[in-house]
Structure formats: structure tokens, C-alpha cells
């Protein structure tokens, strides 16, 4: 029943189990446990929140459970991993949706131990990446250089109960990696970078493993247990592209600016992987591909496709698009190569939507 996915030998690659499709929540709580003890951990601080407490439930260890606060911080993370350090740890085990994992990395990072990633929903690829999103003390998130996990654990009887909105923004994270790419290699072209042909390669085939489900019915995948390796499989696959880099540089460009600059300025309006997918608009544009075909797939998947959708006016959009270059200092992308002014922005703005 357990499926070890074991094409990632090499030792910086996190080991990468999935359990299912068939069993239960239960089965996965021991299975859990035992891949545990098989790694040789036998005093980690569990840090779940409630959708990770029935997973959580089988692990033996000495200290108790830690459940983050609603708006886990840096400061939060670095408090645990203080604690962690004195608690005598020998890792931390996060079991929960992205926030969780994050702080969950960030900690194990000032501590000094492994992390072990249990995600309890699939909205973004920051499963085994080594970045952190995490605010700072009263500012939104910012991408921190974390640790990658060790193990990666996912178990689809738990993953088949997680918010259809978690799911669709997964799909928006990974339909971005075409367009990453494109950055990538618009950057190497100008002789700023060069491609990690391996880390290239993750990515192509981190999308390939979702774009049969592109134009299927989200709602009816979520369900499907068969989807949701895929997906995983391909937030996993994503992950690895950005280990094997060392940077998100594979699976994150303009469009990933775009959605940080939505949460700079308007504290976020959407999941990161629903913003990520709208910024792709303002990439597919510039590089004058085919927009509106891409804003009909964003519609069916239930993602946003106008600025409306995030509650965003024109004016607004404007300011996103001038700060977007801002958000990641040193990251040439279409958007650095275009370099719009205010009244590039407008005209563009009027190309997509009007
Ligand atoms: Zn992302």
C-alpha cells in the first residue's frame, strides 16, 4: 500500500512517501510512526494543527505536542527553534497546511535538526522546497532560505478531505513552472544566470504531471485519489527543481513577483498558488502568448482571471505591476525586460482585460 518514491536517491533530495490510495487515516497514523522510528527519530517535537492531529497522533516522543498560533511569525518560528534546541529535539515533525510546514522548516533551521514534512492539504510547492514563507513581525511573507525536509509524507486518505480551494491553488502554483522556465532562460539569455539542466528538467516534468487535468473539472479531481499522486507528485517534483537549483529560480519567476507584490501592498487576496496562477496572466501577455486562452483556463479552474476576482481595481493593478520588479531584488524576468511605466501598465492592463 505505501509507495516509495524512490527515483530521488541522492542524499540532498528529501525521501518521499505516499500512502494510499486505499486505508485510512488511521492506517497512515501508525505508518507514519514507524517510518519515524525507522529514521532513527525518537524525541521530535510534533508541530500540527488541528487538520494534522489525527495523523499526528501515532508518534512516540517524550514532549508534547505544539500546535502554531493563527499568525505564526519569524519571531515565532525562531522561538521554537530555541525550544526545540533545549528540549533536546532530534527533529521536528509538522504536520498541517503550508504555514505550518514553513514555520515548521524555519525552526528546524535555527535549531539545527531535520525536519520531517507531513502536509495536510497540496496548495502550493513549498512541500520539500528549502524556502520558508514567513512573515516577519507585522508584515506579510517574505521568502526565507529555510532547510528542505528530510522525509516528505503524504497520505492521500488525509489529502482526499482538504478544501477544494487548496487544491485549485496547487494547480496554480505548478501551472506557473512553463512560465518560470521562460524567465529562466530569458535571464540566461542576457547572460545573468546560467540552467541547472537537471533542476530544468524537474520542473518540465513537475507540470507534465498535471496538465492532463487542466481542462478536467476540479471539483470531481479532489475527489479522485489518482489526481491527487499526481498533483503531489508534481508539487514533490517541484520542490526537488528548486532543491536541485538551490533557489526557486525553476518554479518561480514574474508571475510569482506579481503575487508578492499583491501581499506587500494589499496583504493578500488569495491562496499564493490562486495569486501565482493570475499573475501568469501578466507573463503570458508580455511574452505575447495566447491570454485569453489562459484566462478560460483559470475560469474552469475555479482560479482567478480578472482583478475583480482578488477584488483589485485598475489603479490598484497598476501599483502591483510598478512594485513587482521591487519584490525580489537580483530576479530578471519578463517583467524586468519590460520595464513598464504607468502608462505601459495602463495599455497593458487594457490588452488583457478590456
Ligand atoms: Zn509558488
Given at each position: 500500500?505505501?509507495?516509495?518514491?524512490?527515483?530521488?536517491?541522492?542524499?540532498?533530495?528529501?525521501?518521499?512517501?505516499?500512502?494510499?490510495?486505499?486505508?485510512?487515516?488511521?492506517?497512515?497514523?501508525?505508518?507514519?510512526?514507524?517510518?519515524?522510528?525507522?529514521?532513527?527519530?525518537?524525541?521530535?517535537?510534533?508541530?500540527?494543527?488541528?487538520?494534522?492531529e489525527?495523523?499526528?497522533?501515532?508518534?512516540?516522543?517524550?514532549?508534547?505536542?505544539?500546535?502554531?498560533?493563527?499568525?505564526?511569525?519569524?519571531?515565532?518560528?525562531?522561538?521554537?527553534?530555541?525550544?526545540?534546541?533545549?528540549?533536546?529535539?532530534?527533529?521536528?515533525?509538522?504536520?498541517?497546511?503550508?504555514?505550518?510546514?514553513?514555520?515548521?522548516?524555519?525552526?528546524?533551521?535555527?535549531?539545527?535538526?531535520?525536519?520531517?514534512?507531513?502536509?495536510?492539504?497540496?496548495?502550493?510547492?513549498?512541500?520539500?522546497?528549502?524556502?520558508?514563507?514567513?512573515?516577519?513581525?507585522?508584515?506579510?511573507?517574505?521568502?526565507i532560505?529555510?532547510?528542505?525536509?528530510?522525509?516528505?509524507?503524504?497520505?492521500?486518505?488525509?489529502l482526499?478531505?482538504?478544501?477544494?480551494?487548496?487544491?485549485?491553488?496547487?494547480?496554480?502554483?505548478?501551472?506557473?513552472?512553463?512560465?518560470?522556465?521562460?524567465?529562466?532562460?530569458?535571464?540566461a539569455?542576457?547572460?545573468?544566470?546560467?540552467i541547472?539542466?537537471?533542476?530544468?528538467?524537474?520542473?518540465?516534468e513537475?507540470?507534465?504531471?498535471?496538465?492532463?487535468?487542466?481542462?478536467?473539472?476540479?471539483?470531481?479531481?479532489?475527489?479522485?485519489?489518482?489526481?491527487l499522486?499526481?498533483?503531489?507528485?508534481?508539487?514533490?517534483?517541484?520542490?526537488?527543481a528548486?532543491?536541485?537549483?538551490?533557489?526557486?529560480?525553476?518554479?518561480?519567476?514574474?508571475?510569482?513577483?506579481?503575487?508578492?507584490?499583491?501581499?506587500?501592498?494589499?496583504?493578500?487576496?488569495?491562496?499564493?498558488?490562486a495569486?501565482?496562477?493570475?499573475?501568469?496572466?501578466?507573463?503570458?501577455?508580455?511574452?505575447?502568448?495566447?491570454?485569453?486562452?489562459?484566462?478560460?483556463?483559470?475560469?474552469?479552474?475555479?482560479?482567478?482571471?480578472?482583478?475583480?476576482?482578488?477584488?483589485?481595481?485598475?489603479?490598484?493593478?497598476?501599483?502591483?505591476?510598478?512594485?513587482?520588479p521591487?519584490?525580489?531584488?537580483?530576479?530578471?524576468?519578463?517583467l524586468?525586460?519590460?520595464?513598464?511605466?504607468?502608462?505601459?501598465?495602463?495599455?497593458?492592463?487594457?490588452?488583457?482585460?478590456?
Amino acid at each position: 500500500m505505501v509507495d516509495r518514491v524512490d527515483r530521488f536517491d541522492r542524499k540532498d533530495f528529501p525521501q518521499v512517501f505516499i500512502y494510499g490510495p486505499q486505508g485510512d487515516e488511521q492506517g497512515a497514523a501508525e505508518d507514519l510512526a514507524r517510518k519515524l522510528a525507522d529514521l532513527d527519530i525518537t524525541a521530535p517535537l510534533v508541530v500540527k494543527s488541528t487538520f494534522g492531529e489525527a495523523l499526528g497522533a501515532r508518534i512516540k516522543t517524550p514532549l508534547p505536542h505544539v500546535v502554531p498560533v493563527p499568525q505564526a511569525n519569524q519571531e515565532w518560528a525562531a522561538t521554537l527553534g530555541s525550544r526545540t534546541r533545549r528540549s533536546g529535539a532530534d527533529a521536528i515533525i509538522a504536520i498541517g497546511g503550508g504555514r505550518c510546514l514553513d514555520v515548521a522548516k524555519l525552526a528546524a533551521a535555527r535549531a539545527g535538526v531535520t525536519v520531517v514534512a507531513v502536509p495536510t492539504q497540496l496548495s502550493h510547492d513549498g512541500i520539500c522546497s528549502p524556502v520558508a514563507v514567513v512573515p516577519a513581525q507585522g508584515a506579510c511573507g517574505e521568502s526565507i532560505g529555510a532547510i528542505a525536509p528530510r522525509m516528505v509524507y503524504l497520505s492521500i486518505p488525509t489529502l482526499l478531505s482538504s478544501p477544494l480551494e487548496a487544491v485549485r491553488a496547487g494547480l496554480g502554483d505548478l501551472v506557473a513552472n512553463p512560465l518560470a522556465l521562460r524567465d529562466w532562460a530569458l535571464a540566461a539569455d542576457r547572460g545573468l544566470e546560467s540552467i541547472d539542466r537537471r533542476a530544468w528538467d524537474l520542473s518540465v516534468e513537475s507540470f507534465d504531471s498535471i496538465e492532463g487535468y487542466l481542462a478536467a473539472d476540479v471539483a470531481e479531481s479532489a475527489g479522485d485519489a489518482r489526481f491527487l499522486m499526481r498533483l503531489a507528485d508534481g508539487l514533490v517534483l517541484s520542490g526537488m527543481a528548486m532543491v536541485c537549483a538551490g533557489n526557486s529560480r525553476p518554479a518561480s519567476g514574474g508571475e510569482h513577483e506579481i503575487s508578492h507584490a499583491i501581499d506587500h501592498l494589499f496583504g493578500g487576496r488569495a491562496l499564493h498558488g490562486a495569486q501565482v496562477a493570475f499573475g501568469c496572466l501578466i507573463s503570458t501577455e508580455l511574452y505575447g502568448g495566447d491570454t485569453q486562452g489562459f484566462r478560460a483556463r483559470l475560469a474552469q479552474l475555479g482560479l482567478p482571471q480578472h482583478p475583480s476576482d482578488l477584488s483589485l481595481s485598475e489603479d490598484d493593478m497598476v501599483k502591483i505591476l510598478l512594485a513587482a520588479p521591487y519584490m525580489r531584488p537580483g530576479r530578471f524576468t519578463v517583467l524586468e525586460d519590460t520595464d513598464l511605466d504607468e502608462g505601459g501598465c495602463r495599455a497593458l492592463l487594457e490588452r488583457i482585460w478590456d
